[in-house]
């Protein structure tokens, strides 16, 4: 059963370049998380898509667009890229049923560095 | 405003002791709190979580502590293992489910041999 996994592992770009990264949730889970996670810092919560659709955001701006597919998979779309976007940026999959789905499952990771 | 914090960046514990890593927060309505380890180059790994409504979780090595009145958890590792060094994130939620994770900026556990 494979976990979260995301891609690419790595990225490089510039200043103003757009990217989008993806993620595939675990099998059996139907609600995608993404975190920003900078250096020295704890992950940050920048949305979650559940039914297709944005359910909650946090404080990050416009600039971070989402999207969730039919087949539960997620992709984190940036615009205009600024030199404080490159962290470690971190989906978490889980499933909204009865249990409430508190515990989430983490990716290993995309490597965002903008220069 | 840091509502999950961590005050030690990092702790050295010789192998075969105990470690206590410790987390407060400051939002009341938290009411679920969890904790990830995490090694380079790997995504968090959930280790162990507790409700509010208890005041104690054990699993194997692993105990979390939780004081509702002081806002207060801890985790204890008992005995330490090398393999156990990594980062360790403490985390909180609303008990909403599927609530956005409120992470601590992290403590590195280091275990000497």
């Known amino acids: 059963d494979a976990g979260v996994t995301q891609s690419p592992t790595h990225l490089i770009k510039t200043r103003g370049q757009q990217v989008t990264l993806r993620c595939s949730p675990k099998?059996?889970?139907?609600?995608v998380s993404w975190y920003q996670q900078a250096l020295g810092q704890g992950p940050q919560f920048i949305f979650q898509y559940y039914e297709e659709e944005e359910r909650q955001r946090g404080n990050f701006p416009d600039r971070f667009s989402g999207h969730q597919f039919p087949n539960y998979s997620s992709e984190l779309n940036v615009n205009a890229l600024l030199l404080g976007d490159s962290a470690l940026y971190l989906c978490a999959s889980s499933f909204t049923g009865l249990a409430g789905g508190n515990e989430q499952f983490f990716g290993p990771g995309t490597r965002l560095t903008v220069l | 405003d840091q509502q999950v914090k961590q005050n030690s960046p990092s702790l050295s514990v010789q192998e075969g002791r105990i470690s206590i890593l410790n987390c407060d927060y400051t939002n009341s309505m938290f009411d679920y709190f969890l904790w990830y380890k995490k090694y380079p180059a790997e995504g968090p790994t959930f280790l162990i979580s507790i409700s509010s409504i208890k005041d104690k979780n054990e699993d194997g090595r692993f105990t979390v502590f939780l004081n509702k009145s002081a806002k207060h958890l801890s985790l204890h590792i008992v005995p330490s293992q090398p393999g156990d060094s990594a980062v360790y994130f403490c985390?909180?939620?609303?008990?909403?489910?599927?609530?956005?994770?409120?992470f601590g900026k992290g403590t590195r556990l280091s275990v000497i041999a």
């Open positions: 099998s059996g889970h139907d609600t």
């Open positions: 985390a909180a939620i609303w008990q909403s489910g599927n609530t956005p994770l409120v």
